[in-house]
């Protein structure tokens, strides 16, 4: 049974940081983009970052892009999210999700999400 468990999220002031953390299990890790996605209240989820199975490319949405840092530790089966200058606007739900695509087929899981709430 795969497994997505996020962690880290809490309630800080604009402006600070926070580490997110998914662990992996039940999969292959190395063997997935892993990527996250946020969801404020009232709207859809939507893309933050991803990051390839090697660690060798990786994504951003503009709106983070520069303040955000997506990292992944195969050898711990754990993706990372780093978020520095922290504004308002980041608050969310965020979710970690994991993809792969294996000839006509693809798999895609999803964590239950992480509250990051941001005072302004």
């Known amino acids: 049974q795969v497994q997505l468990v996020e962690s880290g999220g809490g309630l800080v002031q604009a402006g600070d940081s926070l580490r997110l953390s998914c662990a992996a299990s039940g999969l292959t890790f190395s063997s997935y983009r892993m990527g996250w996605f946020r969801q404020a209240p009232g709207k859809e989820r939507d893309f933050v970052a991803a990051?390839?199975?090697?660690?060798?490319?990786?994504y951003y949405a503009d709106s983070v892009k520069g303040r955000f840092t997506i990292s992944r530790d195969n050898a711990k089966n754990t993706v990372y999210l780093q978020m520095d200058s922290l504004r308002f606007e980041d608050t969310a739900v965020y979710y970690c999700s994991a993809d792969r695509e294996a000839g006509t087929s693809w798999y895609n899981y999803w964590g239950q999400g992480t509250q990051v709430t941001v005072s302004s």
């Open positions: 990051i390839s199975w090697s660690g060798g490319n990786t």
